[in-house]
């Protein structure tokens, strides 16, 4: 795991007691795995998905798992509806008082990974609107709450954004809606601290996670049977990238910082794919 940071502050300290959490997309994969180690710390969060169905089996998953039925907080709903953001921050309000940690994890890499003259409209749409539209409004809906909440003289409340690296990008096998869409989101994350920042705004963080390969939904569907053996080796299981990065995120202090997870192999093998361009230049 790195940490890559644009202040000089140290990346992470002992959080400052239980924590308000709101994980949105929280049903399965990596949102759900981190959910479970936050109440396992003592936090309370917030879930949300659109499958009311599933994220109730999530919750049944979470407090059969940690006990910690009355700090989980489920509600149904999408991301890419403009009116989401704000209902679901008024619902995390009501149920944690304050927001310490809002975790923009909802996205999809869409129903395909095809080249783009292969993707429906309705497939373009969903994946930009959830991935970028979403974490737009939900940063908004995210940042009146938190500006609401007692003010600090440094960052004591902080947002996270799923975005990609240029690399990441160059890297990802996935349709251009989610690359772009993605690197949007990194955008969205570093125009937002601009803004904090020139409006004299100390008390709110905004980072970047970047989880790696994951073992979930959103990376095995549609994938293409010759790269099943290459992702297997390679993508960790949620709970393996979630135990790296929740104390990460609850102890975060600054802003700007970039927390990734790497499994060993797939450090190793950036660096061996760097090799020729090594190479190259020398
Ligand atoms: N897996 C990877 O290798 C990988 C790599 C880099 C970054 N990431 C990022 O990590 C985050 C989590 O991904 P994951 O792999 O855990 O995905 P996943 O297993 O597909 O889970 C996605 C979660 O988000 C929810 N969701 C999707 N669209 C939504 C919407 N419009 N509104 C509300 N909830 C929505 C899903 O539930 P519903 O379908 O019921 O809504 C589900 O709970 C994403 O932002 C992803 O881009 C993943």
């Known amino acids: 795991m790195s940490d890559s940071s644009a202040s000089r502050l140290p990346a992470s300290a002992a959080p ?30 917030v879930l949300c998905a659109r499958d009311a169905e599933r994220l109730e089996v999530a919750r049944a998953e979470l407090v059969t798992a940690t006990g910690a039925g009355e700090r989980l907080h489920t509600v149904a709903c999408d991301v890419a509806d403009p009116e989401a953001a704000e209902r679901l921050a008024d619902f995390a309000v009501e149920r944690l008082g304050s927001i310490h940690r809002w975790l923009n994890n909802a996205g999809t890499a869409g129903r395909h990974k095809r080249p783009l003259v292969e993707l429906s409209a309705a497939d373009i749409a969903e994946t930009c609107t959830t ?18 909440q007692p003010a600090a003289p440094e960052p004591r409340y902080h947002l996270f954004n799923f975005g990609f690296s240029g690399l990441g990008a160059h890297f990802s096998r996935t349709s251009i809606p989610h690359r772009v869409s ?16 020139a409006s004299g705004e100390q008390g709110i963080g905004v980072h970047e996670l970047r989880p790696g390969l994951v073992r979930t939904e959103l990376l095995l569907a549609d994938l ?59």
């Open 16 to 45: 400052e007691g239980p924590l308000g959490v709101v994980i949105t997309g929280g049903s399965r994969g990596l949102g759900l795995a981190m959910a479970q180690r936050f109440l396992a710390a003592g936090d309370a969060v």
């Open 182 to 197: 993605k690197l949007g989101v990194a955008e969205l994350s570093r125009q937002l601290r601009r803004e904090l920042q």
């Open 224 to 282: 293409p049977e010759q790269a099943r053996p290459i992702i297997d080796r390679l993508a960790e299981p949620p709970e393996q990238v979630a135990d790296a990065l929740v104390p990460r995120v609850r102890g975060i202090t600054g802003t700007g910082r970039t927390l990734q997870y790497r499994s060993p192999l797939a450090t190793l093998v950036r660096a061996l794919s760097a090799v020729p361009t090594l190479r190259r230049v020398r």
């Open 131 to 148: 991935n970028l539209t979403g974490s737009m409004q939900l940063c908004a809906a995210a940042l009146r709450r938190m500006q609401a």
